[in-house]
C-alpha cells in the first residue's frame, strides 16, 4: 500500500513538471512569434515539406510560383480547358486523337482542293442529286459515241413523195427516185469516224444509200462527209449494214454548220432503208 502511495505521488510530481515546462515555453516562445517581422520567413526558414495545402492562401499561386513544364494531365481538373485557354494554332495534328474531328467541327466551305486526298474521292462520295454538268467532267483519253437515227426520224425532200415509214424501215411505194433527210446532232468538237447504214437491196441494178453532210450557215454551201451505199454489193432479200469510215471534215462546228443525213432510193419496192448510226469519238 505505502508503494504504490509512493508511485501516484512520483507521478503527480512529474506530471506538475512537465507542465510547468511548456507554460514556461509557451511564454517564450508566444513573444517570439509575435516578434516576427513581415516577410522575414524565408524558404531556408521552412522545413522542407511542412508546407501543406491548408496553408496556402487560396489563389495566391500564379504562373509566375508554378515550374515551367511541371503541370501534369492529373493535375488539371476534367473540363477546365476551353477554347479561350488555348493559344492561337497551339493545337496540331499530334494533339488531336485519330478519327475524333466530326463533321461539327468543320467550318463551313473549310474543305477545299487542297485538303482533299488526290484519288480519295469515290462515286459514294456524290450525292445521287449532285447533278454535275458534263462540262465538268474531264476525260483523260478520247471516249467513243455513237449517235442512232431511226428511219421514223426522216422526213421526204418533196411532199409529193410517195413512200412508206414506220420506227422501223423507210421505202418509196412509187417514184424514180427518193431522198429523205434528217437531223445530226452531235456535241462540238465531236470527230466522226464513221457512218452506217442498214438496208436491204434487193435489186442488183438499184442502189440505196446514206450520206452525211455539212451545211455552212453563211451560205449553205453543202459538203458531203461520208457515203455507205449498196450499190456493187449484189441483190439480197435480208437487212445488210454498209459503212464508210473515210470522213472529210470530221471534226463537229456546230458554229458554223449544220449537219444532216440523207437517204437516198434509186428505185420503189426492192429497197428499204433502215437505222443510220453516227460513229464519233469526244474528249472534255
Partial sequence: MVRGKVVNKVMVNWAASFLSVLLLMSMVALPALAAVAANSVNSSSIIDGAVRTRDIKRNAINSSRIRDYSIRKEDIHSGSINKYKLTSNSVNTYKIQDGQVKSADIADGAVNSAKIANGSITNADISGSAAISDSKISYDTNKTGYLSISPGAFSPESDNTDYYRNHMSLTLDSGSYGWFYAPVELPGGAVVTKLRYTAIDN??????????????????????????????????????????????????????????????FSDPVSLWGGNVVVDYTYKR
Avoid at 221 to 233: H, P
Avoid at 236 to 244: A, E, F, G
Fill in 203 to 264: 435489186d442488183d441494178g438499184e442502189e440505196t444509200a446514206a450520206q452525211m453532210f455539212r451545211v455552212a450557215h453563211s451560205d449553205q454551201t453543202t459538203d458531203q462527209m461520208a457515203n455507205a451505199g449498196t450499190f456493187g454489193l449484189g441483190s439480197s432479200p435480208s437487212w445488210r449494214t454498209v459503212s464508210d469510215s473515210n470522213i472529210t471534215n470530221p471534226t463537229i462546228d456546230n458554229n458554223l454548220y449544220t449537219y444532216v443525213v440523207r437517204i437516198f
